[in-house]
């Protein structure tokens, strides 16, 4: 009965069931107590076919089995077990609202929409509860014992998330490897390539991940011969993350299963739902900061001479190059300027903004401290050069500078503010953030944006690294 087994799906799927069987009881003793709601008629007896049970459970095992509901890939995480089970109730009961129809018309509707909020609540709040003794009493999950074959930077990476996900039940036993390199002292090295079905054998593993790196591939083949008959999984994890601008993944091409390099780091809804968040909040918050707007614009003019608008071309998604507006902080023909101001720090990266930067106006440096010179961007997030969140659009020759892991940061709209700047905020430019900025990648969510955009005018208040 170990969290993931064979064992526990089938005690869920029989569990499942039973709740679901005493759903339907119960919503059948509620019903005739539920008369003083509207539209509800006075039923004193609630009465329906048997075999209404049998198709239950029938449609319920089916749906359910259907939608990898006892899959273990698709329950370790409690949002992805949560919304299965959803789906499956939801499907399950679109079905046996057909079947109803078309066979059973003496059936209340409102019994049907009783007993299915009812199933609903007693097969998530089982689980919830499930979880809730597995965290309090340590009960273990079913282990899996995994061999990794390569000790490189691919191994590695592979045996780091295997540690992080011991709760899942899975044990690393150890690393083959034909030669010790550097950072791998601290490794657990059980053996050579070619004693790797001894090992398999030894240590009793359940899974082979064969991590080697690219000039090893040749052995791939003969590592899959020796482990043939072996009751073992063999997974082979591609060394592509050089190659890899952002994230890949296998997908069918043409009847052909290949590894696309260039996976999209939003999905179509999740581009869709970030741009309708974008188009109304940044819709809503130009109208209501349009006197601010004016008042700046005055200011500038007073201040100094030139326009009140400054574009300068910025890196966006994909590295598509587009004019961004802000309003002018600094002198006229600052730009020019720019190699007298550019500096280094100890790592030999450019600094191109300082603190006491000669260039900037007096109105520009409250603008710039207070961070309403980037108020006139909110042109851009409407127009969609940009997004309210995300990495800052960064300047075309820094970006000619970049190293290629740091061109991820390009994967997703560029924003107004970002996951760093709420986050520290440090005095140093952006490209020197690309960590961060690929941590809000790898993570982001529309509820991540709005904790952003939440978080972003206390930061903007205490004015730190802004200048």
Request: net charge positive; glycine share 8%.
């Given at each position: 009965?170990?969290?993931?087994?064979?064992?526990?799906?089938?005690?869920?799927?029989?569990?499942?069931?039973?709740?679901?069987?005493?759903?339907?009881?119960?919503?059948?003793?509620?019903?005739?107590?539920?008369?003083?709601?509207?539209?509800?008629?006075?039923?004193?007896?609630?009465?329906?076919?048997?075999?209404?049970y049998g198709i239950i459970v029938?449609?319920?095992?089916?749906?359910?089995?259907?939608?990898?509901?006892?899959?273990?890939?698709?329950?370790?995480?409690?949002?992805?077990?949560?919304?299965?089970?959803?789906?499956?109730?939801?499907?399950?009961?679109?079905?046996?609202?057909?079947?109803?129809?078309?066979?059973?018309?003496?059936?209340?509707?409102?019994?049907?929409?009783?007993?299915?909020?009812?199933?609903?609540?007693?097969?998530?709040?089982?689980?919830?509860?499930?979880?809730?003794?597995?965290?309090?009493?340590?009960?273990?999950?079913?282990?899996?014992?995994?061999?990794?074959?390569?000790?490189?930077?691919?191994?590695?990476?592979?045996?780091?998330?295997?540690?992080?996900?011991?709760?899942?039940?899975?044990?690393?036993?150890?690393?083959?490897?034909?030669?010790?390199?550097?950072?791998?002292?601290?490794?657990?090295?059980?053996?050579?390539?070619?004693?790797?079905?001894?090992?398999?054998?030894?240590?009793?593993?359940?899974?082979?991940?064969?991590?080697?790196?690219?000039?090893?591939?040749?052995?791939?083949?003969?590592?899959?011969?020796?482990?043939?008959?072996?009751?073992?999984?063999?997974?082979?994890?591609?060394?592509?993350?050089?190659?890899?601008?952002?994230?890949?993944?296998?997908?069918?091409?043409?009847?052909?299963?290949?590894?696309?390099?260039?996976?999209?780091?939003?999905?179509?809804?999740?581009?869709?739902?970030?741009?309708?968040?974008?188009?109304?909040?940044?819709?809503?918050?130009?109208?209501?900061?349009?006197?601010?707007?004016?008042?700046?614009?005055?200011?500038?003019?007073?201040?100094s001479d030139g326009p009140v608008?400054?574009?300068?071309?910025?890196?966006?998604?994909?590295?598509?190059?587009?004019?961004?507006?802000?309003?002018?902080?600094?002198?006229?023909?600052?730009?020019?300027?720019?190699?007298?101001?550019?500096?280094?720090?100890?790592?030999?990266?450019?600094?191109?903004?300082?603190?006491?930067?000669?260039?900037?106006?007096?109105?520009?440096?409250f603008l710039r401290r207070t961070?309403?010179?980037?108020?006139?961007?909110?042109?851009?997030?409407?127009?969609?050069?940009?997004?309210?969140?995300?990495?800052?659009?960064?300047?075309?020759?820094?970006?000619?500078?970049?190293?290629?892991?740091?061109?991820?940061?390009?994967?997703?709209?560029?924003?107004?503010?970002?996951?760093?700047?709420?986050?520290?905020?440090?005095?140093?430019?952006?490209?020197?953030?690309?960590?961060?900025?690929?941590?809000?990648?790898?993570?982001?969510?529309?509820?991540?944006?709005?904790?952003?955009?939440?978080?972003?005018?206390?930061?903007?208040?205490?004015?730190?690294?802004?200048?």
């Amino acid at each position: 009965m170990r969290r993931f087994s064979v064992n526990f799906a089938i005690f869920s799927l029989l569990l499942d069931i039973g709740l679901t069987i005493m759903a339907l009881m119960l919503a059948t003793a509620l019903r005739p107590f539920l008369t003083h709601l509207p539209f509800l008629q006075d039923l004193a007896i609630v009465s329906f076919s048997p075999s209404v049970y049998g198709i239950i459970v029938v449609l319920w095992t089916a749906i359910f089995l259907f939608n990898s509901v006892y899959d273990p890939r698709n329950v370790y995480k409690i949002t992805d077990e949560l919304q299965n089970v959803t789906i499956a109730v939801a499907l399950a009961s679109l079905i046996f609202a057909g079947v109803l129809y078309l066979f059973f018309r003496d059936f209340s509707r409102y019994l049907l929409l009783l007993f299915v909020a009812i199933d609903l609540v007693l097969l998530l709040g089982w689980r919830l509860w499930a979880r809730l003794v597995f965290r309090i009493r340590r009960v273990p999950a079913a282990e899996k014992r995994v061999l990794i074959v390569g000790a490189g930077r691919v191994g590695q990476r592979v045996g780091q998330m295997i540690g992080e996900s011991r709760w899942m039940g899975l044990h690393l036993v150890g690393y083959l490897d034909d030669a010790r390199r550097n950072g791998q002292q601290d490794l657990s090295i059980i053996g050579r390539l070619a004693e790797v079905r001894q090992a398999v054998q030894r240590e009793m593993v359940d899974d082979v991940v064969i991590a080697l790196p690219q000039r090893a591939y040749g052995q791939v083949n003969k590592l899959v011969v020796d482990l043939h008959d072996l009751p073992v999984n063999v997974r082979v994890v591609p060394d592509y993350f050089s190659l890899a601008l952002y994230r890949a993944s296998v997908e069918d091409f043409g009847g052909l299963p290949l590894i696309n390099l260039r996976d999209p780091a939003l999905n179509e809804v999740q581009r869709l739902v970030k741009r309708l968040f974008d188009l109304l909040v940044g819709g809503l918050t130009v109208l209501l900061t349009l006197p601010l707007f004016i008042l700046i614009a005055l200011a500038i003019k007073l201040d100094s001479d030139g326009p009140v608008l400054f574009r300068q071309q910025r890196v966006g998604e994909n590295g598509r190059v587009f004019p961004m507006v802000k309003f002018r902080s600094m002198v006229v023909g600052a730009e020019k300027m720019q190699p007298k101001i550019n500096g280094e720090d100890e790592n030999g990266n450019v600094i191109h903004k300082t603190e006491d930067d000669p260039r900037v106006t007096r109105v520009g440096r409250f603008l710039r401290r207070t961070s309403l010179d980037e108020l006139p961007q909110l042109l851009n997030v409407i127009k969609g050069d940009m997004s309210l969140v995300g990495p800052r659009p960064e300047l075309p020759w820094l970006v000619g500078q970049y190293e290629l892991w740091q061109r991820k940061r390009f994967a997703v709209p560029q924003g107004m503010t970002g996951w760093w700047q709420v986050n520290g905020r440090a005095d140093k430019p952006m490209h020197l953030h690309t960590e961060d900025d690929l941590y809000y990648i790898q993570n982001y969510s529309l509820w991540m944006d709005i904790y952003i955009l939440l978080k972003t005018p206390w930061v903007v208040l205490r004015g730190k690294g802004a200048y």
